[in-house]
């Protein structure tokens, strides 16, 4: 609880962001963007008017919270995109304008635009800076880019930057085509994160843990060749074959049991020796029309542990025939050795998996019968790197990943992981100012995460930062993240006649139809097959030609109120 105790104690004295004019930054052109609500600005015909209005309410509970939102194309992205390019120097033009609590003052930035003090109307005091990169470092600046974003989203903002002592990127975006080192930092981070953050720790949940669980092979192949009495009786030579076969068909469908790490590899090795020989006669050399016959002639040779060069070419010969190409001494000697290959490349692989169980097994608990779970790094990414070895058939009885949450809340879990490890980095006793970007924060989140995502971030912040360090700024396509958002803090931008311009805002307790239609700036909350239909539906019942298909689809129509506005509340049909 140490994190809360400071936040709760010290107060810093922040820089925050408090309004963006864009001249000329790629498709934006003359728009003034209001980051913070409580600076009424705005600049136009060369001049710049700043007034420090703050409200009395304290919504977020003492963080600073704005949200940009818009359709595709309209320039969200390109607005945070100016803040790097103002750093890294750029050809665009505009002012950034930010306010010290410190010294009740604001500090503008002008980018390749000319003020001076005879262009400010302010209630405040003034001051210029004529070095962002100068400005940045005296006063602790730090842009944090946190996000899901891989970078092949075609995301401006998401572009390549190395990180500076301004830009922190901690998205997706860096780990893309990483080594295994890096992963293996980056799952660390996670791992520290879900054990030691106390804003995680504080959650109600179910236990997290990363599983392997072991699966024997599949039966349903060898059980249909066995189900058929020709195929047995014209390729199964004995009866003592016969019961070995079924003897194995029987083993399959008992539970793998890892009752000695020692011994895993030769286990794994029985257990999948059905799905083994199962690939090994579906390789394309062995042409379709014999492979049944292969499958079941290699898996008793398994059996009795006769496989080597000699039975490969052997059992090729036989199941190739005399007239057939294939059965070549020449060509079976070129194949034999591709066959061994492909099998010595899975016991490689099966070995290596055996040998780091082995190496780990201090880090291991044993779950279940066939599933172990770990927390250690470099077990979880060498493991999966292992597995994604096999042969993708072999891949199906290997199930592994994170237990106790999905897909969707590890996302989310990704980013407050990232920006855990980074606030432990840089120290929570250094006064620096954080600003956290989070462009497309709905990125992989199903609604009900979205729904909670904001307050969990909220909840985070306030548990791991230091009081009043973090002004926070969202970009979304998300109607229900926006309903966390009061009015004047949302950024809504339109596009009309090819100009980006900033629209009414609406969010907080606003209905999330309101917010789709008004907030998103969408024509209509149907999807658009849906909506010609009902359009064509309400043509048909204006002109009174409703036909018989027509109701059968009105008739599918959940909504009453609906059906009611196609047909008519007297309508009857």
């Given at each position: 609880?140490?994190?809360?105790?400071?936040?709760?104690?010290?107060?810093?004295?922040?820089?925050?962001?408090?309004?963006?004019?864009?001249?000329?930054?790629?498709?934006?052109?003359?728009?003034?963007?209001?980051?913070?609500?409580?600076?009424?600005?705005?600049?136009?015909?060369?001049?710049?008017?700043?007034?420090?209005?703050?409200?009395?309410?304290?919504?977020?509970?003492?963080?600073?919270?704005?949200?940009?939102?818009?359709?595709?194309?309209?320039?969200?992205?390109?607005?945070?995109?100016?803040?790097?390019?103002?750093?890294?120097?750029?050809?665009?033009?505009?002012?950034?304008?930010?306010?010290?609590?410190?010294?009740?003052?604001?500090?503008?930035?002008?980018?390749?635009?000319?003020?001076?003090?005879?262009?400010?109307?302010?209630?405040?005091?003034?001051?210029?800076?004529?070095?962002?990169?100068?400005?940045?470092?005296?006063?602790?600046?730090?842009?944090?880019?946190?996000?899901?974003?891989?970078?092949?989203?075609?995301?401006?903002?998401?572009?390549?930057?190395?990180?500076?002592?301004?830009?922190?990127?901690?998205?997706?975006?860096?780990?893309?085509?990483?080594?295994?080192?890096?992963?293996?930092?980056?799952?660390?981070?996670?791992?520290?994160?879900?054990?030691?953050?106390?804003?995680?720790?504080?959650?109600?949940?179910?236990?997290?843990?990363?599983?392997?669980?072991?699966?024997?092979?599949?039966?349903?192949?060898?059980?249909?060749?066995?189900?058929?009495?020709?195929?047995?009786?014209?390729?199964?030579?004995?009866?003592?074959?016969?019961?070995?076969?079924?003897?194995?068909?029987?083993?399959?469908?008992?539970?793998?049991?890892?009752?000695?790490?020692?011994?895993?590899?030769?286990?794994?090795?029985?257990?999948?020796?059905?799905?083994?020989?199962?690939?090994l006669s579906k390789l394309s050399i062995i042409r379709k029309d014999y492979r049944d016959v292969f499958f079941i002639k290699l898996l008793l040779g398994f059996i009795n542990q006769t496989v080597n060069d000699n039975y490969i070419f052997k059992i090729l010969a036989?199941?190739?025939?005399?007239?057939?190409?294939?059965?070549?001494?020449?060509?079976?000697?070129?194949?034999?050795?591709?066959?061994?290959?492909?099998?010595?490349?899975?016991?490689?692989?099966?070995?290596?998996?055996?040998?780091?169980?082995?190496?780990?097994?201090?880090?291991?608990?044993?779950?279940?019968?066939?599933?172990?779970?770990?927390?250690?790094?470099?077990?979880?990414?060498?493991?999966?790197?292992?597995?994604?070895?096999?042969?993708?058939?072999?891949?199906?009885?290997?199930?592994?990943?994170?237990?106790?949450?999905?897909?969707?809340?590890?996302?989310?879990?990704?980013?407050?992981?990232?920006?855990?490890?980074?606030?432990?980095?840089?120290?929570?006793?250094?006064?620096?100012?954080?600003?956290?970007?989070?462009?497309?924060?709905?990125?992989?989140?199903?609604?009900?995460?979205?729904?909670?995502?904001?307050?969990?971030?909220?909840?985070?912040?306030?548990?791991?930062f230091p009081k009043n360090s973090v002004q926070l700024i969202l970009s979304t396509h998300s109607p229900i993240i926006i309903s966390d958002f009061l009015p004047e803090d949302i950024v809504s931008l339109d596009r009309n006649n090819g100009h980006t311009k900033v629209v009414e805002s609406f969010g907080f307790a606003t209905h999330i139809t309101d917010l789709y239609l008004d907030?998103?700036?969408?024509?209509?909350?149907?999807?658009?097959?849906?909506?010609?239909?009902?359009?064509?539906?309400?043509?048909?019942?204006?002109?009174?030609?409703?036909?018989?298909?027509?109701?059968?689809?009105?008739?599918?129509?959940?909504?009453?109120?609906?059906?009611?506005?196609?047909?008519?509340?007297?309508?009857?049909?």
């Amino acid at each position: 609880m140490i994190n809360e105790l400071f936040y709760n104690s010290v107060c810093i004295h922040s820089m925050k962001l408090a309004f963006i004019h864009i001249v000329n930054h790629k498709a934006l052109e003359e728009i003034d963007i209001p980051i913070n609500s409580s600076h009424k600005c705005h600049y136009s015909k060369e001049k710049l008017f700043l007034q420090f209005d703050p409200s009395d309410l304290d919504y977020y509970e003492g963080l600073d919270c704005s949200a940009i939102i818009g359709k595709n194309g309209v320039g969200k992205s390109t607005i945070l995109d100016f803040l790097e390019v103002a750093y890294e120097g750029t050809e665009s033009s505009g002012i950034i304008v930010w306010y010290s609590s410190k010294n009740k003052k604001y500090h503008i930035c002008s980018v390749n635009l000319y003020l001076d003090k005879d262009s400010i109307v302010s209630n405040q005091d003034v001051t210029f800076e004529e070095n962002f990169p100068v400005f940045s470092k005296r006063h602790k600046l730090k842009l944090i880019k946190a996000n899901n974003l891989t970078g092949v989203e075609a995301n401006e903002f998401s572009s390549k930057r190395r990180s500076n002592s301004f830009i922190q990127d901690l998205s997706l975006s860096q780990y893309v085509n990483g080594s295994n080192k890096v992963i293996i930092e980056r799952t660390n981070r996670l791992i520290r994160y879900l054990s030691s953050s106390p804003s995680f720790k504080q959650q109600t949940r179910p236990t997290v843990k990363f599983t392997f669980q072991f699966s024997t092979s599949s039966n349903a192949y060898l059980k249909s060749l066995l189900n058929n009495k020709d195929f047995v009786s014209e390729n199964i030579d004995s009866k003592y074959q016969l019961e070995q076969l079924s003897d194995k068909l029987n083993d399959s469908q008992k539970e793998l049991l890892i009752d000695d790490f020692f011994e895993i590899g030769s286990q794994l090795l029985e257990a999948n020796i059905i799905t083994i020989c199962n690939y090994l006669s579906k390789l394309s050399i062995i042409r379709k029309d014999y492979r049944d016959v292969f499958f079941i002639k290699l898996l008793l040779g398994f059996i009795n542990q006769t496989v080597n060069d000699n039975y490969i070419f052997k059992i090729l010969a036989e199941v190739r025939g005399k007239n057939d190409i294939d059965s070549q001494a020449n060509i079976i000697e070129l194949d034999t050795p591709i066959i061994r290959l492909k099998f010595n490349e899975i016991l490689a692989t099966l070995s290596d998996i055996s040998d780091l169980v082995n190496r780990y097994q201090h880090h291991i608990k044993l779950q279940n019968k066939n599933e172990i779970s770990t927390f250690n790094a470099n077990l979880i990414v060498n493991l999966t790197h292992c597995i994604s070895k096999l042969p993708q058939l072999l891949q199906s009885n290997f199930k592994y990943g994170w237990q106790g949450f999905s897909t969707g809340e590890f996302a989310k879990l990704n980013i407050f992981s990232e920006l855990y490890h980074y606030i432990e980095r840089v120290g929570v006793n250094k006064n620096y100012n954080h600003i956290i970007i989070m462009d497309e924060v709905d990125l992989y989140l199903h609604p009900d995460w979205q729904r909670t995502f904001f307050l969990e971030l909220l909840e985070f912040i306030r548990f791991e930062f230091p009081k009043n360090s973090v002004q926070l700024i969202l970009s979304t396509h998300s109607p229900i993240i926006i309903s966390d958002f009061l009015p004047e803090d949302i950024v809504s931008l339109d596009r009309n006649n090819g100009h980006t311009k900033v629209v009414e805002s609406f969010g907080f307790a606003t209905h999330i139809t309101d917010l789709y239609l008004d907030g998103m700036h969408l024509s209509s909350t149907f999807g658009e097959h849906s909506k010609k239909a009902i359009s064509r539906l309400l043509k048909h019942a204006n002109t009174d030609s409703l036909t018989h298909l027509d109701h059968l689809l009105i008739k599918k129509i959940k909504s009453k109120n609906i059906q009611n506005m196609i047909l008519g509340t007297n309508d009857q049909n």
